[in-house]
């Protein structure tokens, strides 16, 4: 409305000042200068305010709707099989649809250590040892170790199948604390998928990792579970398709296909006590 009235002030300005200024009746020519100068003045002010008010308008009136912003917040883990991950502002743990699989295909891997003995296994880096853990029950423990440890077990060259066990931390003073599932990994470029599960935030997600390298997010970090428990870990892998679950809960669906064999192993992050039990492999490659 302003930019309006201004414009109407600056119209009636400029009349004036044409109409005092050509005018060539006889009289006092002093009061018709003055008078056309007042109108020009009138004109070019009113005008000049106009103008201002138009783009200023432009310039800060809000649009009619939101605007609404999408961010993206994958977590981020730096990390090769020895070097310290850094999660970073992980997704927030979501609800996801309760489902539950039933492994199939031939059972080609089973050890839950109750002789004593880890077989099949070997320890790469690590302080590894078969422990009871209180309650008469044998698993596979990784002691306070120094560095980030890892363990290759199972399959030599595994390629499509379906991977479970348990496993817990106790405690850790490592801030980005952590243990992992390693899937078609290869020894010597450091390159898999690496299941990660996040100790301080209690969440389990699927990253690939190329050549020791940062971890790339293929899920949210989904799920909380209580800081210390038990918890199964479950993947069933086809050619370029994961499926993970944790507790028999379903969790995240990826399709990578950069790594299609290798083997399998897992580890923990350095000054942390964790166990695992309960190792089976199903093969689905036939």
């Not at 502002?89 to 050890?111: C, H, I, M, W, Y």
């Amino acid at each position: 409305m302003l930019e309006i009235a201004s414009f109407g002030i600056a119209f009636v300005g400029l009349i004036i000042a044409i109409v005092a200024l050509i005018n060539d009746d006889k009289g006092n020519k002093i009061v018709r200068y003055i008078t056309g100068f007042f109108g020009l003045a009138l004109a070019i002010a009113f005008g000049y305010l106009g103008f201002s008010s138009v783009q200023f308008s432009t310039l800060y009136t809000l649009p009619s709707t939101p605007v609404s912003t999408q961010i993206s917040s994958p977590i981020s883990v730096a990390s090769n099989i020895v070097n310290t991950p850094s999660p970073t502002n992980p997704p927030q743990p979501t609800a996801v649809e309760a489902v539950s699989t039933t492994p199939t295909g031939k059972l080609v891997f089973s050890d839950d250590f109750e002789d004593g003995l880890a077989h099949g296994f070997s320890f790469n880096v690590g302080n590894w040892q078969v422990v009871d853990d209180g309650t008469g029950n044998k698993v596979l423990e990784q002691n306070m170790s120094s560095d980030w440890t890892n363990a290759s077990w199972g399959p030599s060259n595994f390629s499509d199948g379906i991977i479970e066990l348990r496993l817990r931390v106790i405690s850790s003073s490592d801030p980005n604390a952590g243990t992992w599932l390693g899937i078609r990994y290869h020894s010597a470029s450091v390159t898999g998928y690496p299941v990660f599960y996040n100790f301080p935030y209690n969440c389990v997600n699927l990253n690939y990792q190329e050549n020791g390298g940062q971890y790339q997010a293929l899920s949210g970090c989904n799920m909380q579970f209580p800081k210390g428990a038990w918890i199964t870990i479950q993947v069933e892998v086809q050619g370029a398709n994961f499926q993970l679950f944790v507790n028999g809960d379903y969790i995240a669906t990826a399709s990578d296909s950069r790594s299609m064999q290798g083997i399998l192993n897992i580890g923990t992050s350095p000054n942390t006590v964790a166990q695992f039990d309960d190792f089976k492999v199903w093969d689905l490659s036939n």
